[in-house]
């Protein structure tokens, strides 16, 4: 009597994965924030690198980092191209020893810019409130929109992603008046000086839990907001809503 052959086992994939590896937090915190911090505090002196050098290499950190995680990553963030042109503007204004009234309004202009496309892109069909909060990464999108549209609540979404659209607007527009605000207070030395340094770095580790962390918080509470929003009107529970 003959056997049929046995079906083969599944074997687990070997095909390497290509969803890129997430960033470690406190990495990107140490590498972008405190040692360039240091450096510009500690280490500008004429007697150690100096102010131009001193400069140069505080900002090579996190220059370097976000360009090699463009490289790894092989597509374009908005976010992270922001910050090299943040970064390297930063970099010019103190090589070229300009008014520090302009490092000011750069730090104030990232943020701002950022903001202005946000209430913008209301009138657009691809808000930026999709991309930088509801989206499938944190939100369970097409779970959410097809009890939606089973429930008919889609109008009345859309209406609660646009509040939130310009509640996101606003986080960037306090972000950028706080910038602003701390630089003018912060960095009163001339440019290219080893006053200006220290200050500069005085200013990359306030801005953290001054600036960052409470627009950290707006962001929480707005995406709270939208997974609130579509637990009410799709019928889902929190757990449902939010991705895992």
């Known amino acids: 009597m003959k056997h049929g052959r046995a079906p083969d086992a599944a074997l687990p994939s070997t095909a390497p994965s290509t969803t890129p590896k997430k960033n470690n937090p406190l990495l990107e915190l140490l590498i972008s924030i405190v040692i360039p911090a240091v450096i510009l505090i500690k280490f500008s002196g004429a007697q150690d690198l100096g102010a131009v050098r001193g400069l140069l290499v505080a900002l090579a950190?996190?220059?370097?980092?976000?360009?090699?995680?463009?490289?790894?990553?092989?597509?374009?963030?908005?976010?992270?191209?922001?910050?090299?042109?943040?970064?390297s503007l930063t970099g010019g204004i103190g090589l070229l020893e300009l008014d520090t009234q302009w490092l000011a309004v750069k730090e104030a202009a990232i943020p701002g810019l950022i903001g202005i496309a946000v209430v913008v892109s209301t009138r657009t069909?691809?808000?930026?409130?999709k991309t930088l909060l509801y989206n499938p990464a944190l939100i369970d999108?097409?779970?959410?929109?097809?009890?939606?549209?089973e429930k008919g609540n889609s109008a009345a979404f859309n209406a609660r992603l646009k509040t939130?659209?310009?509640?996101?607007?606003?986080?960037?527009?306090?972000?950028?008046?706080?910038?602003?605000?701390?630089?003018?207070?912060?960095?009163?030395?001339?440019?290219?000086?080893?006053?200006?340094?220290?200050?500069?770095?005085?200013?990359?580790?306030?801005?953290?839990?001054?600036?960052?962390?409470?627009?950290?918080?707006?962001?929480?509470?707005?995406?709270?907001?939208?997974?609130?929003?579509?637990?009410?009107l799709a019928g889902l529970k929190l757990t449902e809503v939010l991705h895992h």
């Open 61 to 87: 950190f996190p220059l370097t980092w976000g360009v090699l995680d463009l490289l790894r990553r092989r597509r374009v963030n908005l976010i992270a191209v922001l910050g090299l042109v943040s970064i």
């Open 125 to 129: 069909r691809y808000p930026l409130v």
């Open 141 to 149: 999108v097409a779970r959410v929109q097809k009890s939606l549209e």
């Open 164 to 232: 939130a659209t310009y509640l996101l607007g606003g986080t960037f527009f306090f972000s950028s008046f706080m910038n602003y605000l701390l630089a003018t207070w912060i960095v009163t030395s001339p440019a290219g000086s080893e006053a200006f340094n220290e200050q500069l770095g005085r200013l990359a580790l306030l801005s953290y839990p001054i600036i960052a962390i409470p627009s950290m918080l707006m962001m929480m509470a707005l995406l709270y907001y939208l997974a609130r929003a579509a637990r009410e």
